[in-house]
C-alpha cells in the first residue's frame, strides 16, 4: 500500500499490510533511473499538497546522491 498519512500507516501496518510512502516510490525511481529524482521531489514539494520537512528533504536528497 503507498501511504503517506502516519496514523493510516500505523493501521494499516497493524493489519498486516505492507506500506511504502511516497518518498520511497521517488527514490527507488530515482536509483533505477526511472526519473529524475531531484527534480521529482522539488515539483511534490513546490506543486502539491505533499509536506516535507527541511530536514528530511536534505537527508532523502543526501541519500540519493550517496547511492551508487
Wanted: aromatic share 6%.
Amino acid at each position: 500500500l503507498i501511504i503517506d498519512d502516519r496514523d493510516a500507516k500505523r493501521a494499516a501496518t497493524t493489519l498486516g499490510i505492507t506500506c511504502v510512502g511516497t518518498l520511497t516510490i521517488l527514490l527507488e525511481s530515482g536509483r533505477l533511473k526511472l526519473l529524475d529524482f531531484e527534480h521529482s521531489l522539488k515539483r511534490l514539494s513546490e506543486t502539491t499538497s505533499f509536506r516535507i520537512s527541511p530536514n528530511l528533504y536534505r537527508e532523502v536528497l543526501r541519500e540519493f546522491r550517496e547511492s551508487p
